[in-house]
C-alpha cells in the first residue's frame, strides 16, 4: 500500500530493527451510533521506505473479558525495557474513556492488557495517553483530561511505576485548551467545550522539552506546541501562539527515519472517512520546530 491509500486516523510510527511501524485509529462510518464508530482495535502497517507498506496486520482485538467494548483509539507502541508497551484509548458505556497499557514481545504480535483495569483515573474522562521517561529515568504518562467532562480540557501527567501497572503520584495539570490565545469551542453530540488531544513529547536540539498537541482554531484541527520552562516533566508549561500545523490536520507526532532526518506525522484532513497520514520533514531553528 501507498501511504495516501492507507485511511486512519492518529498515525504513531515506531522505528524499531530497520523497520517502521505504523499504528492508528481505524476509521469507520460516522453516521453510526457512536459518532466516529464503534472501532474494536488496532492494526500495524510496515515499511522500510516509508512510500510502501504492507496490508494491515491486527494486533489488538476487544474481546468479551476485556472492560471496553468500543471507540478503540489513538495507540502509541513504545519500546520500554525489552517489551513494546502500547498506551491506548478505550471507552464502555456507563465507564469513562480511559488510556489503558497493552503489552508484546514484538511489535506486530498480539498484544495482551497489562493490568486489568486503565491507568488514568476511574472518575475521569481521559484519552489520549502517551509515555514519557524523565530526565531522572522515571516513566511518566502523559494523557488528556477529555473536554466533554470539564469544558476546557487539559493536558496531564502522572508518574507511573517501573513497570508501568499503576501510577505512583496523582494527575498534574501541565495546560489547558484556553492556554492558547486562538482556541475555538467546539459543539459535539453530547458538550460543547475547548479540546486537548494527541500529546507527544519531544526534545528538541537545544535540550529543551516540547510537546506537540492538537485542538480548534478558525482553520479547523491544528497541531499545537507547548515548552516545559525546565526542559523536564515537571515545569512550568506554556502554549506556543504559533501552530506547527493549521491546515485541518493534526494528532501528530515526531520520530527520527533510518537517514537521520526527523519527520512529523498527522492526519488529513479531519473529514469522517477522507483521513489519510501524512508525513512532513521537520525543522529547527534556535530550538523552534515547524513544517
Known amino acids: 500500500m501507498k501511504l495516501n491509500e492507507i485511511n486512519i486516523r492518529d498515525p504513531f510510527i515506531l522505528t524499531f530493527n530497520e523497520k517502521y511501524y505504523m499504528y492508528g485509529s481505524r476509521v469507520t462510518n460516522p453516521n453510526e451510533k457512536f459518532g466516529w464508530?464503534?472501532?474494536?482495535?488496532?492494526?500495524?502497517?510496515?515499511?522500510?521506505?516509508?512510500?510502501?507498506?504492507?496490508?494491515?496486520?491486527?494486533?489488538?482485538?476487544?474481546?468479551?473479558?476485556?472492560?471496553?467494548?468500543?471507540d478503540a483509539w489513538a495507540p502509541e507502541v513504545h519500546y520500554y525495557n525489552n517489551k513494546f508497551y502500547m498506551f491506548a484509548t478505550f471507552k464502555?458505556?456507563?465507564?469513562c474513556r480511559a488510556t489503558?497499557?497493552?503489552?508484546?514481545?514484538?511489535?506486530?504480535?498480539?498484544?495482551?492488557?497489562?493490568?486489568?483495569?486503565?491507568?488514568?483515573?476511574?472518575?475521569?474522562?481521559?484519552?489520549?495517553?502517551?509515555?514519557?521517561?524523565?530526565?531522572?529515568?522515571?516513566?511518566?504518562?502523559?494523557?488528556?483530561?477529555?473536554?466533554?467532562?470539564?469544558?476546557?480540557?487539559?493536558?496531564?501527567?502522572?508518574?507511573?511505576?517501573?513497570?508501568?501497572?499503576?501510577?505512583?503520584?496523582?494527575?498534574r495539570v501541565l495546560w489547558s485548551a484556553k492556554d492558547y490565545s486562538d482556541v475555538k469551542m467546539v459543539i459535539g453530540r453530547v458538550a460543547k467545550g475547548y479540546v486537548t488531544d494527541g500529546p507527544f513529547l519531544y526534545r528538541n536540539e537545544n535540550g529543551e522539552l516540547?510537546?506537540?498537541?492538537?485542538?480548534?482554531?478558525?482553520?479547523?484541527?491544528?497541531?499545537?506546541?507547548?515548552?516545559?520552562?525546565?526542559?523536564?516533566?515537571?515545569?512550568?508549561?506554556?502554549?506556543?501562539?504559533?501552530?506547527?500545523?493549521?491546515?485541518?490536520?493534526?494528532?501528530g507526532m515526531i520520530f527520527k527515519a533510518f537517514d537521520g532526518k526527523e519527520y512529523f506525522i498527522m492526519h488529513k484532513p479531519n473529514k469522517a472517512t477522507l483521513e489519510r497520514?501524512?508525513?512532513?520533514?521537520?525543522?529547527?531553528?534556535?530550538?523552534?520546530?515547524?513544517?
Open 100 to 171: 489503558h497499557i497493552l503489552v508484546c514481545d514484538t511489535p506486530n504480535g498480539q498484544f495482551a492488557p497489562l493490568t486489568e483495569k486503565p491507568i488514568t483515573p476511574s472518575d475521569w474522562e481521559c484519552l489520549d495517553g502517551t509515555f514519557y521517561i524523565d530526565k531522572s529515568g522515571k516513566p511518566h504518562i502523559v494523557f488528556c483530561h477529555e473536554w466533554v467532562q470539564i469544558e476546557n480540557g487539559t493536558v496531564c501527567e502522572m508518574q507511573l511505576s517501573p513497570d508501568l501497572t499503576h501510577a505512583v503520584t496523582e494527575p
Open 37 to 70: 464508530g464503534l472501532q474494536t482495535g488496532f492494526d500495524v502497517y510496515e515499511s522500510r521506505d516509508l512510500e510502501n507498506w504492507s496490508e494491515p496486520k491486527s494486533v489488538f482485538e476487544i474481546t468479551d473479558d476485556f472492560w471496553a467494548t468500543r
Open 92 to 95: 464502555a458505556e456507563g465507564v
Open 277 to 291: 497520514p501524512v508525513i512532513t520533514e521537520l525543522k529547527q531553528e534556535n530550538g523552534k520546530i515547524f513544517i
Open 210 to 251: 516540547l510537546s506537540v498537541w492538537s485542538s480548534f482554531n478558525n482553520s479547523g484541527y491544528t497541531a499545537l506546541v507547548s515548552q516545559s520552562d525546565n526542559g523536564d516533566i515537571d515545569g512550568n508549561w506554556s502554549v506556543l501562539h504559533t501552530p506547527l500545523s493549521a491546515v485541518d490536520g493534526g494528532h
